[in-house]
């Protein structure tokens, strides 16, 4: 005799799986914390709470809300899911049906809270200001960089570059918000020019335009990278020139370099820096030719650009 499919009601019954009683609150009762989400509520924001709300309107299966009970019994504070309320809200204020939301328990403190924002969004991840911004109210609370980034599960040097970004200028914060500059070159620049980063990297995305590039690339802070055929006999000339240096000479640079005792000359073999000379010349040779070819794409990418203006807008 053939056994009937398996069914969830079946598998209830034999207890190959248990029943578990969802809970759920009425979405009027769900109350927001003014300020906790971190995400800026900007045009992305808006596409992807459109995208849910269409998603659940189609009949879709969202994960439920992880709430808090209010302290007065009135209803339950929401901690992780501020997307997908905010997608039911516009799903009910289109006329469809929703009274009672799927919700689960959290479970910790506010510290706790705070981090689950961190560790819940992997659908979609927060941008960097917006992970810069919870990091920085991790400091306000007393946490250091190594308790940051145990909680939120990253390394600590991630966390305090991005603390960097947290306290930046707020025109290298709009730059990085407007996508024209990455997190990464914009930490770089305020760790090397502070204050004066935003005007530095303003003019860098000016350079980019001009050149038909979108963004600010790393090579705007660090320089254009150096072919490999150039770079390795520089280290080859490097490695040559220390291996030609008798004990004597080593032990005075060692002492020189540590400030034991005053910068004096020492007589180096001219042959232990020919090698060394020339790879400098190639890397020179190599820069001069980057630089030219930056110019020229510059002066083309300008070109092309007043080419376009119409002749009537021209000043004269």
Not at 283 to 297: D, L, M, S, W
Request: aromatic share 4%; glycine share 8%.
């Amino acid at each position: 005799m053939t056994n009937p499919p398996a069914s969830f009601k079946s598998m209830i019954k034999d207890g190959t799986i248990k029943r578990a009683d969802a809970m759920k609150a009425r979405y009027r009762d769900i109350r927001v914390k003014p300020g906790f989400n971190l995400r800026d509520l900007d045009e992305e924001y808006e596409a992807g709470v459109e995208e849910l709300t269409v998603h659940i309107m189609g009949g879709g299966q969202i994960p439920p809300l992880e709430v808090a009970p209010l302290a007065d019994g009135s209803g339950v504070e929401l901690v992780d899911g501020h997307r997908r309320y905010d997608a039911i809200g516009r799903a009910i204020s289109r006329g469809f049906p929703i009274e009672w939301v799927a919700i689960i328990a959290f479970q910790g403190n506010e510290i706790d809270r705070q981090a689950r924002i961190f560790t819940s969004n992997k659908n979609a991840p927060l941008r960097p200001l917006e992970a810069a911004r919870g990091f920085k109210r991790f400091r306000g609370a007393g946490l250091d960089s190594a308790e940051i980034a145990a909680i939120v599960h990253c390394s600590r040097t991630h966390v305090e570059n991005y603390l960097v970004l947290a306290d930046a200028e707020r025109d290298v914060q709009e730059l990085v918000r407007a996508c024209t500059v990455s997190a990464e070159v914009a930490i770089e620049a305020v760790r090397k020019l502070g204050a004066k980063a935003g005007e530095f990297l303003a003019g860098k995305v000016d350079q980019a335009k001009a050149a038909g590039k979108s963004k600010v690339t790393p090579s705007a802070i660090h320089g254009r990278a150096l072919p490999r055929k150039v770079v390795s006999p520089l280290i080859s000339g490097v490695d040559a020139f220390i291996q030609r240096l008798d004990a004597n000479q080593r032990a005075t640079l060692l002492d020189i370099k540590e400030g034991r005792v005053a910068d004096e000359t020492i007589t180096i073999p001219a042959a232990a820096l020919v090698d060394l000379f020339q790879a400098h010349s190639a890397v020179e040779t190599i820069r001069a030719k980057q630089a030219e070819k930056q110019r020229r794409a510059a002066e083309a990418a300008a070109a092309a650009g007043q080419a376009s203006i119409p002749e009537e807008e021209i000043i004269e």
